[in-house]
């Protein structure tokens, strides 16, 4: 993807800044913390195993990045309306 933000790109940067905790990724996804969690630790399906690779670890606290989960999220849209 360019360098070009993205719609769902700036909504993440406006309502949770360049990193969101685990509780900020649950309210975008509409989950609970502990049900993404065990979704990213099984890891059964495509769309959780590339949610778990946006972690970051800032000292002993984890976080996602909302340049690659905004291009996830984008990238999982354009595949459901192909169908």
Known sequence: ??????????????????????????????????????????????FTCALAGTRRRVGRRIFFEAKRLAELIDQDKDDVSSQ
Request: hydrophobic letters at 35%; a positive charge; glycine letters at 4%.
């Open 1 to 46: 993807m360019s360098d070009q933000i993205t719609a769902t790109h700036q909504y993440l940067l406006t309502n949770y800044g360049p990193l969101l905790t685990l509780k900020h990724l649950a309210e975008v996804l509409h989950s609970t913390p502990s049900g993404l969690r065990m979704a990213m630790h099984r890891k059964r399906e495509p």
